[in-house]
């Protein structure tokens, strides 16, 4: 029987060379992790602050006072907007805003795609960018990205407002009834058109009981 030979330790020099082979992969790799490490941080303070910034007023645009959420809550019916394509071609349409186990305000908006002959439907949440008695609130439907939603007019009696978003370009009147009240259609455009928005562009939608003129 043949014993095994013995083993003996490598030449010093071969390992420092193995070692110093060794070095730049494990540099690569501190250095991927960093990299990862800093991308994984920069967007989660990008997210953060997306969900923390005031979206844009547009000029000219003033949000109502002694603004009451609580009354403010339940369902409205969505006469008229300008035409965005999140709302493209659907009738019917209205939101719901009512206020989670949480405090957190929620928003559910609704409407019917006759082309396909189905219910569309989209939810979001909504919080107040300043003080709580003021009509200038920020939505969201996606994420930590918010839109502006600036409450401009406002009835007494919370039977109708109209909203302006983060431009213009967004616009709707609500009522709690699917036909706006005798007289108000024509106080609330010329309110409009002061602030700027285009009238030609405003769609008048079709809701149960309701022709889509907007008388």
């Not at 009451?68 to 009738?91: C, M, N, P, T």
């Not at 409407?111 to 949440?125: L, S």
């Not at 409450?151 to 007494?156: R, S, T, Y």
């Amino acid at each position: 029987m043949h014993r095994d030979a013995p083993c003996h330790p490598r030449d010093p020099q071969d390992l420092r060379r193995r070692l110093d082979l060794d070095r730049p992969a494990a540099s690569g790799r501190s250095t991927g992790s960093a990299l990862a490490l800093g991308l994984g941080v920069g967007a989660a303070a990008y997210l953060a602050w997306m969900a923390l910034r005031t979206p844009p007023r547009p000029a000219g645009v003033q949000p109502v006072g002694h603004f009451d959420i609580s009354r403010y809550l339940g369902r409205w019916y969505e006469v008229a907007r300008i035409d965005q394509h999140f709302e493209k071609g659907l009738v019917r349409t209205r939101a719901e805003y009512s206020l989670a186990p949480n405090g957190r305000l929620q928003v559910t908006n609704r409407g019917f795609d006759p082309r396909h002959n189905r219910w569309k439907e989209a939810r979001g949440k909504a919080q107040f960018v300043g003080r709580p008695d003021v009509g200038a609130l920020k939505v969201s439907f996606f994420g930590p990205f918010y839109a502006g939603y600036h409450v401009v007019a406002l009835d007494e009696q919370y039977r109708w407002a109209m909203v302006i978003g983060s431009s213009l370009d967004y616009f709707w009147i609500l009522s709690r009834s699917p036909v706006l009240p005798d007289g108000v259609r024509q106080h609330l455009l010329a309110q409009a058109s002061q602030i700027g928005v285009d009238l030609d562009r405003i769609l008048w939608v079709m809701q149960d009981g309701a022709n889509p003129t907007g008388s």
